[in-house]
């Protein structure tokens, strides 16, 4: 299996696609054309011409960028994919600052997840000197 990282050829066609193979709820087409549209970055995991796998960038292009929307096709999983896009995009998050500034890559773990993005160098929170990570869903 040959796996191939391309950035920025994410469809909301493939997104949808992708979210529906890994059991995820619908979301409008203006949704998630706009969550393209406006991401920092997106990367496509291929095999041949099949998309089997994604992770977007977002956040301010400065120091604070958020990992999100790490999807890969079930029967995919467990051959690296995942890890791959994970440090392309801790990779490409680091591509914006300039030399020797820190900035900090966050994401929401899916429950029981946790210790895929730990291996991968991720702190869970709270940690000594970090809080919990925090949201506000179903505004």
Request: aromatic share 8%; glycine share 10%; with cysteine.
């Amino acid at each position: 299996m040959k796996i191939v990282i391309r950035e920025d050829i994410l469809t909301p066609d493939t997104f949808a696609g992708l979210r529906a193979a890994c059991g995820m709820p619908e979301l409008e087409p203006a949704l998630v054309e706009r969550a393209i549209r406006t991401s920092l970055t997106a990367f496509s995991a291929l095999s041949g011409t099949r998309t089997v796998g994604m992770a977007r960038l977002v956040g301010d292009g400065a120091f604070v960028f958020l990992l999100c929307d790490l999807l890969v096709v079930p029967q995919w999983r467990r051959q690296g994919i995942g890890s791959l896009l994970v440090k392309t995009v801790v990779n490409r998050a680091k591509s914006f600052l300039p030399q020797g500034r820190a900035a900090v890559v966050s994401l929401f773990s899916a429950e029981g997840r946790e210790g895929f993005y730990t291996r991968l160098g991720f702190t869970e929170l709270p940690a000594a000197g970090l809080g919990a990570g925090m949201q506000i869903f179903r505004l």
